[in-house]
């Protein structure tokens, strides 16, 4: 059972702060990995995603992998209220296909 | 990205009956997908549309169930048949666009309730 956790939270961080989310995976052959943001009532947006190890920067997020710890995170620089919503975490291990998705966090940035 | 857009937005339904949800994509896609999102959790990957043929479905997802059609390269249904009050929930569709990588975008779902 290829398993993907997440802290559900909620986490709170005060505007400007950085927030950080943290994403474990179980199977040691997943390849590609996907931040998610999801605001209540609406669908996922994809954020990021990366497949190499290491860091990966575009505007105010930061995504980082580390296969051999099988860790994924996300970080928020310079938070605003508007980040408030759940950030999913996805891995597949196969091009193209078979996403499993992580329970979410719960992010609250407080103004 | 495509545009995606899901009929129809919500819809509440009787037990016993059956509903069938449309995804439409405005441009051709190589992979679309249906997932379960039920209340308060996160998604849940119900199947693979596979054009021209049928559907792949995930653990605990059978096609009497979910049957699922994928005419083309920028249409596909679901069908939720036989609705208990379990089946309540919002189904997303998302599309993998040719020529990206395998990142997955999402339709806008449609909310399910079943009385």
């Known amino acids: 059972q290829k398993e993907v956790e997440q802290n559900s939270g909620p986490l709170s961080v005060p505007e400007g702060a950085i927030a950080s989310l943290n994403c474990t995976y179980s199977?040691?052959?997943?390849?590609?990995f996907f931040w998610y943001r999801q605001y209540s009532g609406k669908s996922p947006e994809l954020i990021m995603f990366?497949?190499?190890?290491g860091d990966k920067e575009d505007g105010r997020f930061t995504a980082q992998l580390n296969k051999a710890s099988q860790y994924v995170s996300l970080l928020i620089r310079d938070s605003q209220p508007s980040d408030s919503a759940t950030y999913l975490c996805?891995?597949?291990?196969?091009?193209?296909?078979?996403?499993?998705f992580g329970p979410g966090t719960r992010l609250s940035v407080l103004p | 990205s495509a545009v995606i857009s899901q009929k129809p937005s919500r819809d509440i339904c009787q037990r016993g009956t059956s509903l069938t949800i449309q995804c439409q994509v405005d441009?051709?896609?190589?992979?679309m997908f249906w997932y379960r999102q039920q209340p308060g959790q996160s998604l849940t990957l119900i199947a693979t549309?596979?054009?021209?043929?049928?559907?792949?479905?995930e653990s605990g997802f059978v096609i009497d169930k979910f049957p699922i059609s994928r005419p083309n390269l920028t249409f596909s249904t679901l069908t939720v048949s036989n609705m208990s009050p379990e089946d309540s929930s919002i189904y997303l569709c998302?599309?993998?666009?040719?020529?990206?990588?395998?990142?997955?975008?999402f339709g806008p779902g449609t909310r399910l309730t079943v009385l």
């Open positions: 199977d040691r052959g997943s390849q590609s």
């Open positions: 990366i497949y190499s190890n």
């Open positions: 998302s599309v993998e666009m040719s020529g990206s990588g395998n990142e997955q975008f």
């Open positions: 441009s051709q896609v190589t992979m």
């Open positions: 549309a596979n054009q021209g043929s049928e559907a792949t479905y």
């Open positions: 996805a891995v597949t291990s196969n091009y193209g296909q078979n996403f499993v």
